[in-house]
């Protein structure tokens, strides 16, 4: 039995889409360029990888970049995670479940017609969660299950392990310590043979890894035209 990295991609069907411009070393806002339809098809873009990485910085491009809500995945932990990881308690299977489930459902409302988006959905949210474990994306990958027009994509950001202690030990007033990131990479399990997921490097400047990040996601877009 496949596991759900594993299954096979679904048809992709809508031709109305409007794809970024990257002519011009930017990318137009796909919501600005073409308005929602709640016909169309949604996509959820979790930003993954340890603490460091740069998840709120790159779901940050993104939902200027498409135009779509982001969700920032540390804003759904309880209190107790917090408090453990401030400690340098790494989280345990059990700590995470429901923050996961918490988050996915945030996800789905988020992409469901409502008053605050008066009830016209955009057509994605960004959301960043570490996601360190296959289990763990496959706990978000059920967001797409109820809907045939909902897909998910994970965009993994891979750097190094100096170069993430490094960023977390300048971070001030952040609950998450350097001594998590060393717990982080050994639970870490690269979306490797993952169809839902795209690896970036994040090892070059900031505008390196922006235009990186846009292109992936242009071009995963554009299976959809």
Known sequence: MLSAGERPQPPQVDKARIMP????????????????????????????????????TVGNVLRNELGVPFLEGDDYHPAANKEKMGEGTPLTDADRWDWLISLRQAAIDALSPSESNKFHPPAGVVVACSALKRK??????????????????????????DVLLQRVTQRQSHYMKSSM???????????????????????????????NVIEAVTEKLAEYV
Not at 142 to 156: D, L, T
């Open 181 to 211: 990131v060393q717990s982080q990479l050994a639970a870490l399990e690269e979306p490797k043979g993952e169809w839902d997921a795209m690896t970036i490097n994040v090892q070059g400047s900031m505008e390196d890894v922006q235009r």
């Open 21 to 56: 411009d990257l002519s011009n070393g930017t990318a137009t806002s796909v919501l600005q360029e073409n308005p929602t339809n709640p016909a169309h098809v949604q996509h959820i873009w979790v930003v993954t990888g340890p603490a460091g990485c740069g998840k709120s």
């Open 136 to 161: 763990y994306r496959d706990v978000m990958r059920v967001a797409a299950y109820g809907s045939s027009s909902v897909r998910i994509h994970f965009v993994y950001l891979k750097l190094d392990e």
